[in-house]
């Protein structure tokens, strides 16, 4: 069965430290997506990254970094020089390509906190 | 407008009172989902429309719980006899295209209270 560990509940950061999310995932299937979403407090999901099981190389965009590593079922997500606007729950889901519906599941979220 | 809507926002309801909450997907998307969000925790998928047939609904928690999508386009989440566990954010999401992995763009959420 699918299922995703974020294992820090809340982080705090002042700002302009670096910032390193944790998520551990399981699943049987060799083809699988994984994705990170932010939830800022107006409560909307906004779609940050989408990275397929085959390509394992490591993403920049802007002040946000991505590390995939199969061997450790792991795609952590790191921000740089963090910002008060970065304040957010931010939640890493994975999904299975071949099947729809209840394909995607999330983890329980970090709450990130980024103080002035 | 350009993303997911959903409306109310916000919603009260007395126990036993029966709400409807409305999706509006961004236009031309085939694929529509309904998540639960309890306070604390990660959306939990409650159903899939794959355009107006609704192919998936194994995560509603009880028959109180209905969905429809009857042309295709807007949804509507229906809870019948509310109860308080039912208290949480409904969000919707949608996709351009079927199949699992595809990108999902998410609305704002209902926010259910039941007292």
């Known amino acids: 069965a699918q299922k995703v560990t974020q294992a820090q509940t809340e982080i705090s950061v002042v700002e302009k430290e670096d910032v390193t999310l944790d998520c551990v995932y399981e699943?049987?299937?060799?083809?699988?997506?994984l994705f990170w979403y932010k939830q800022p407090p107006s409560g909307e999901l906004v779609f940050l990254i989408r990275?397929?099981?085959?390509?394992?190389q490591n993403e920049i965009s802007g002040r946000y970094s991505w590390n995939f590593q199969k061997s450790t079922s792991s795609f952590n997500f790191t921000i740089t020089a963090s910002q008060v606007v970065d304040s957010a729950v931010y939640f890493c889901?994975?999904?299975?390509?071949?099947?729809?519906?209840?394909?995607?599941?999330f983890g329980p979220g970090t709450r990130l906190s980024v103080l002035p | 407008g350009a993303g997911v809507s959903q409306s109310p926002r916000y919603k009260v309801a007395k126990r036993g009172q029966d709400v409807a909450l409305r999706c509006d997907p961004i236009?031309?998307?085939?694929?529509l989902f309904w998540y639960q969000q309890a306070l604390g925790q990660g959306p939990e998928f409650l159903t899939y429309?794959?355009?107006?047939?609704?192919?998936?609904k194994s995560g509603l928690p009880s028959d109180r719980f209905f969905a429809e999508r009857p042309e295709g386009s807007v949804s509507t989440l229906k809870i019948q006899r509310t109860q308080q566990e039912d208290s949480a954010v409904y969000l919707c999401?949608?996709?351009?295209?079927?199949?699992?992995?595809?990108?999902?763009?998410f609305g704002p959420g209902t926010r259910l209270l039941v007292l």
């Open positions: 999401a949608s996709s351009p295209l079927v199949g699992g992995g595809e990108t999902q763009y």
């Open positions: 699943t049987r299937d060799t083809t699988y997506y």
């Open positions: 990275r397929n099981s085959f390509d394992e």
């Open positions: 889901a994975l999904s299975e390509p071949f099947t729809y519906g209840q394909n995607f599941v």
């Open positions: 236009s031309g998307h085939v694929s």
């Open positions: 429309f794959q355009n107006e047939a609704q192919l998936d």
